[in-house]
């Protein structure tokens, strides 16, 4: 069973257009992120939902907006896709909360996302 | 704004070797220090640290953290071609929906 799942795997899509990337945890865990990796492998945090509520939300554009139906699903909209877009996104879940010193997080495949 | 530095950034050597990658960190709130190794896909945890001084041994890795001097080593040793992979230090600070900030990486290459 796949712990962190991600769809679609592969994305390319034009300039100006939406898009949305799905990520579903089976693991029970309270908290699930977004992370973007550009094309030098650096991962940065974009999002953190726990318990449906946007806990932060770094320096990252309006046009990303994380959507969380339930704790298991952690969905990622992009709007007016912009080449600088293109990049991995990974979805990841971790258990633990405020006043836990566990931060091991469980990634997805990743998505590999790429404007055109 | 917290910062974890990795060094070195690549490093070749043969199988069989020993390589120590390094990884220093300022976080206003630190609660943890985590290894990920990250082949084609999706990083993959190896150890967590949260105390300073303790060594986490999983066969022929082995990570310790010293606190005092905010730094963590990851050791490999007698190297196998199937440790080539990007290794990537990462540092919990505030509650776990912070998330973890990342450092650039580690490219380790084993060669035959």
């Known amino acids: 069973d796949t712990a962190v799942s991600q769809t679609p795997k592969y994305l390319v899509t034009q300039m100006g257009n939406d898009k949305s990337i799905k990520c579903e945890q089976n693991?029970?865990?309270?908290?699930m992120y977004w992370y973007k990796q550009d094309s030098k492998k650096f991962l940065k945090i974009m999002f953190s939902y726990n318990n449906k509520e946007l806990i932060i939300n770094e320096t990252v554009p309006n046009r990303f907006s994380p959507k969380s139906p339930d704790k298991a699903h952690l969905n990622l909209h992009i709007n007016s896709l912009e080449l600088g877009d293109s990049a991995v996104y990974f979805c990841a879940s971790s258990q633990d909360f405020y006043g836990s010193f566990s931060y091991e997080q469980y990634f997805g495949p990743g998505t590999r996302l790429t404007v055109t | 704004e917290d910062k974890v530095v990795q060094s070195p950034l690549s490093l070749v050597v043969h199988e069989g070797d020993t390589v120590t990658l390094n990884c220093s960190y300022e976080v206003t709130n630190f609660r943890s220090l985590l290894w990920y190794k990250q082949e084609k896909k999706a990083p993959t945890f190896l150890f967590m640290l949260t105390s300073s001084g303790i060594e986490k041994k999983s066969g022929r890795l082995s990570s310790i953290l010293d606190k005092k001097e905010l730094f963590s080593i990851l050791n490999i040793t007698a190297t196998q071609t199937g440790d080539s992979a990007i290794y990537l230090c990462a540092v919990g600070g505030g509650g776990g929906a912070d998330g973890l900030t990342f450092g650039k990486g580690t490219h380790l290459i084993i060669q035959p």
């Open positions: 693991l029970g865990h309270d908290t």
